[in-house]
């Protein structure tokens, strides 16, 4: 089903910016819904944003809308998080996934799989 590996994660101050990216290997990404998600130490991961396969339908979440936006370019397998005004409660492991059940678009971790290794976002104050 293919493996999704994130990048781009790094120590920034607050009100910076940061793009993270999320690379698929195998030929389904084109045809996958994509969805980011963050764990803060402690806490439980949760949803950022998803897109689905075409790019015709976006889910952001109430903490970051406004300020992050998911873009996905399938001739690159490749998926984004532009992140701006970044706020020291962003800060955490950021997850890429596929999800694995459902045709809408959800946003809840249980309907996601082929979870990258993450990476690690900080934002100091």
């Known amino acids: 089903q293919g493996q999704l590996v994130e990048s781009g994660g790094r120590s920034v101050t607050a009100g910076d910016s940061l793009r993270l990216s999320c690379v698929g290997s195998g030929r389904t990404f084109s045809r996958r819904t994509v969805g980011w998600f963050r764990q803060a130490p402690g806490k439980k991961r949760e949803f950022v944003a998803g897109?689905?396969?075409?790019?015709?339908?976006?889910l952001v979440a109430d903490p970051v809308q406004g300020r992050f936006t998911i873009s996905r370019d399938n001739n690159k397998n490749t998926a984004w998080l532009q992140m701006n005004s970044l706020k020291p409660e962003d800060t955490g492991v950021y997850y890429c996934a596929f999800q694995t059940t459902g045709m809408d678009l959800y946003s809840d971790p249980a309907y996601f799989g082929n979870w990258g290794p993450g990476t690690q976002v900080t934002v100091s104050s």
């Open positions: 897109m689905k396969w075409l790019g015709d339908s976006t």
